[in-house]
C-alpha cells in the first residue's frame, strides 16, 4: 500500500503502472483512510463481473449451461450452425 505523498509525488509512474499491468493500487491516507486506482478497463470489467453476478436469471442460464457442458448433454451444433 503507497501512502498519498509516494503516489503524488510518482503520480505518472504509478498511473502508468496500474493501467499497462491491469494492477489496482491501494493508496492510503493519514488518516487511515485509503482508496483505489486502476484502468476504467478493469474497473469496467469489474462493474460487469458485479452485474452478472447479481442477475439470478443469467447466473441460474450460466449454471444450466455449466451443467449440460459437464455432462456432455448440451446442443450440438451441425456443421450448417456452425457456417461451414
Given at each position: 500500500?503507497l501512502?498519498?505523498?509516494?503516489f503524488r ?76
Amino acid at each position: 500500500m503507497l501512502s498519498v505523498n509516494q503516489f503524488r509525488s510518482n503520480l505518472k509512474q504509478y498511473v502508468d503502472l496500474a493501467v499497462d499491468n491491469h494492477e489496482p493500487l491501494q493508496v492510503s491516507r493519514k488518516n487511515g483512510e485509503a482508496f483505489v486506482v486502476m484502468s476504467l478497463e478493469d474497473y469496467e470489467r469489474e462493474q460487469e463481473t458485479l452485474y452478472v453476478l447479481g442477475n439470478t436469471s443469467l447466473m441460474s442460464q450460466i449454471q444450466a449451461s455449466l451443467k449440460t457442458y459437464n455432462t456432455q448433454s448440451g446442443h450440438t451444433p451441425t456443421t450448417d450452425e456452425l457456417g461451414f
